[in-house]
């Protein structure tokens, strides 16, 4: 049983969320953990197929009926390919009280072990505590609570609302939920890269460590560690920040060196609405693309409530999900490829499918970022309404491009750029203003992060 000191801080900051209503089953299960079973074969022939999205940050509320699954009785290693059948299994409490829940099972957080990722039975978490958090280094004002993680700037809700963002765009995902207490310096996203070849998409929206040089050079060794997420064929999608793009400037770089903290080979999510009493339009530093900036998410500390809650962060794993839901479909229509990712930015490996972009047998995460970008949507005036009933109003600039780069992500946008891929569509056309705004959006960020490799750039 482990006994280091982090075991109580790990308690309190894996079980972070937001807060809301609603209903869940009265069902308990055992709170012992299951040992490691030694067989490591791969899953039954009729298992479904289901993708790994990782969530980095501080950790996730396992006990929300979100992430409930009761049928999902199986080891998810029947379902993903490369995962292990000797990940251990959590057996939580799942009553209607989030406190008796984390009482009754005292003695699993006890058991549960820092380095080694745990399936939470009868739901689609896995967790992984990578690093546990220490409040004092970070540099953020955090207490140890056993409601949850809890913070002075309010992002004792983040990562419970982040993975609930993944897990609402795909049902049928599996959310890798890791805990890192210093996610800056990469070292979380370099292991999961090289070890974890079973996630088929990351995310990361709460980034800390020593931000005391500029932006772009803080974040160096993050850059270069999501270069190995990037190579080893696994889309990494990133927040790109909640300020507000509020217009275009002629001859005045529309690219502040600090507005741009994130690589070219990283998705820069921004946000695609409005808060609930807000009155701009959009969100966010200069994204690459938006998904949604308000969603209606899980809270911590319940079992039940969600509540709405409004940023970027929320944005990228909620594109993040689309990723995976699409490469789930691209799986149920040509095979599931490899057992792992691939070397050489490659995503899937399979039969040609001519005159598409799997031609070649395989989909390279270039291909797919093209067919991503050229999918994805703008809005006009009045055209969308998220559920505070908020209208968006006429994006600045010349173009709407300028607050929402290549456009929107949704559901809609996936299956548009999946069909791209399958050759099932012509990619949809942008218009040329577009193109040069965001090639030069692209080549600015080139300037702050070179490629490593010229050649895949």
């Known amino acids: 049983m482990a006994s280091e000191s982090w075991v109580p801080v790990l308690i309190a900051a894996l079980l972070v969320g937001s807060a809301l209503s609603g209903c869940v089953g009265t069902e308990t299960n ?31 509320n396992p006990y929300h009926e979100a992430f409930r699954r009761p049928n999902w009785t199986a080891h998810p290693c029947h379902s ?33 072990e820092r380095g080694q990722v745990y399936w939470v039975e009868q739901t689609n978490l896995l967790l992984w505590t990578a690093r546990p958090w220490d409040c004092e280094d970070q ?29 609402d765009a795909c049902q049928r995902c599996y959310v890798l ?100 009493d807000s009155s701009e339009s959009l969100a ?23 509540s709405n ?10 594109i993040a999900g689309e990723l995976g839901e699409l490469l789930l479909e691209l799986r149920r229509s040509q095979g599931p490829g490899p057992p792992s990712n691939s070397e050489n930015a490659t995503m899937w490996k399979g039969s040609p499918v001519p005159d598409s972009p799997l031609a070649d047998g395989r989909l390279q995460l270039p291909e797919l970022r093209t067919a991503i970008h ?20 006429t994006p600045a600039g010349p173009g709407p491009y300028v607050q929402m780069g290549w456009g929107y992500v949704g559901d809609n946008e996936t299956e548009r750029a999946l069909n791209v891929v399958l050759g099932n569509g012509e990619l949809p056309e942008k218009s040329e203003n577009a193109k040069r705004f965001m090639q030069a959006f692209r080549d600015f960020r080139e300037t702050l992060y070179p490629w490593p490799n010229e050649s895949e750039s």
């Open 309 to 318: 809650i409004s940023g970027t962060s929320f944005a990228a794993p909620q």
């Open 374 to 393: 050229h999918s994805a949507t703008y809005f006009e005036t009045g055209d969308y309404r998220h559920e505070c009933g908020t209208q968006l109003r």
């Open 284 to 306: 966010g530093k200069p994204p690459e693309v938006v998904g949604d900036f308000t969603q209606r998410l899980p809270e911590p500390a319940h079992v039940t409530a969600r």
């Open 139 to 167: 540099g953020v004002r955090c207490s140890e609570q056993p409601t949850g993680r809890a913070s002075d700037d309010g992002t004792g809700s983040h990562g419970a609302a982040t993975a609930g963002a993944v897990n």
């Open 177 to 276: 939920a890791v805990q890192d207490g210093n996610s800056l310096d990469g070292g979380s996203v370099r292991e999961m890269a090289r070890n974890l070849t079973y996630v088929d998409v990351a995310t990361s929206s709460f980034l800390l460590g020593d931000r005391s040089e500029t932006a772009f050079q803080g974040d160096r060794e993050f850059a270069e560690a999501t270069y190995e997420v990037w190579e080893s064929g696994t889309p990494f999608v990133a927040f790109s920040g909640n300020q507000v793009v509020t217009g275009f400037r002629p001859n005045v770089n529309p690219f502040p060196l600090a507005e741009v903290q994130f690589p070219p080979w990283v998705y820069l999510a921004g946000g695609a609405h409005p808060e609930c």
């Open 80 to 112: 993903v390919p490369g995962l292990p059948c000797s990940i251990p299994t959590l057996n939580l409490t799942f009553s209607g009280d989030y406190t008796e829940n984390l009482r009754a099972d005292e003695k699993v957080w006890e058991a549960y």
């Open 30 to 60: 055992s709170t012992t953990p299951v040992e490691p079973s030694t067989n490591d074969t791969q899953a039954a022939p009729d298992a479904p197929e289901r993708a790994v999205v990782a969530d980095i940050g501080p950790g996730t």
